[in-house]
């Protein structure tokens, strides 16, 4: 694909933002991402890399080089029980979870309806409903930007843990996915502890799920609590769940004896940013052309023609509330540009 100029990249972020990049190029194989790296084009911009624009908020127009990657395929190798599936980065995730819940391959199916590319999908160990990437990561290949060699990561390489990894961490900026493959299991062993898919599932009266039914609980769950990026740009969670210290949750919780909470690790305590936002009475709170969702307060919408700066600005105001009544400091998880 051509480099193109001042291009529009309103379709190209779940938040609807209408900004344009000075430059841009969609890239649908290894060997085309190689042969842009040598234009010296790449070296004069700055550089975003660009999958499914689910995670990320514009607050102006990109003064630089948007390389859209677009790379796809699927491909599926046995081994036992177990079905290796390797995708290409820029093959739509869920779109991904349907054919492994069509072909049976488990462990996936709880990661339904999330926006965004495969790509994406270990740079911040995405999650939901109980399931993270690290639980079923294989590997992924990644092109080194500095050198154009294609390298390996295995879980380790990854240092996965809560919304994070390596590309986030120490190697931020320094590689492109390329492909990532996933250890599915032709067993269906499903995941249901998660509170609201068994009560989805009772509801409906499925007392023995197959990977489709849990789908499809999950499908329905999201589609009840989240807006739909198609009709109102967001990128899911704004922000994300905070992790305080023991001694500090064991305060918040006296004075605030309804608050939920989940273990994480090194013996610290998960809040739901949802609840915080809530109690500081911003759920569904319509601000100009934002606001947060009216099911979930953790979700930032553009109700239409919304611009980056505003969003932020409103992000902000929720910040300060919550530190406010809580002490609590909320960390974005969407990027900023
Ligand atoms: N809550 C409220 N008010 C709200 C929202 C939530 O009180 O407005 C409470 C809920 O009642 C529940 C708790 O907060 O007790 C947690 O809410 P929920 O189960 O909806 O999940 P979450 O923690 O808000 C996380 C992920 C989502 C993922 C869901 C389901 C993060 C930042 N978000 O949300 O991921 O879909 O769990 O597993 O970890 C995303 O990352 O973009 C995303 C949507």
Known sequence: MPLLENYALTHLNTFRIAVKAKLFIEIFSEAELSEIFSNPVVKENKLLILGGGSN????????????????????????????????????????????????GYAGIENLTLIPGTVGASPIQ????????????????????????????????DCEFAYRESVFKGKLKGQ??????????SSIAKVQTHYGAINTELERRGITTPSIADVSEVVAAIRVSKLPDPSTIGNAGSFFK??????????????????????PAPDGRVKLAAGWLIEACTFKGVV?????????????????????????????EKIINAVQQKFGVILEREVNMF
């Open 175 to 184: 590689y492109i996915i390329t492909s990532v493959t996933y250890r599915l």
């Open 56 to 103: 990320m908020l514009f607050t102006k127009d990109y003064d630089g080089l948007v390389v859209k990657i677009s790379i796809k395929g699927i491909g599926v190798k046995k081994d036992g029980n177990d079905v290796l599936v390797t995708a290409g980065a820029g093959e739509v995730w869920d779109s991904l979870v349907k054919y492994c819940v069509a072909n």
């Open 241 to 262: 769940n905070p992790i305080v210290d023991q001694s500090v949750f064991d305060v918040l919780l006296s004075q605030f004896p309804d608050m939920p909470h989940y």
């Open 287 to 315: 601000e100009g052309n934002t606001g947060t969702w009216k099911n979930q307060a953790l979700v930032l919408v553009n109700h239409g023609g919304a611009t980056g700066q505003e969003v932020y600005r409103f992000s």
């Open 125 to 156: 160990n995405i999650g939901a409903y109980g399931v993270e990437i690290k639980d079923v990561f294989e590997s992924c290949t990644a092109f080194e930007m500095a050198t154009g060699q294609i390298r390996t990561f295995s879980k380790a």
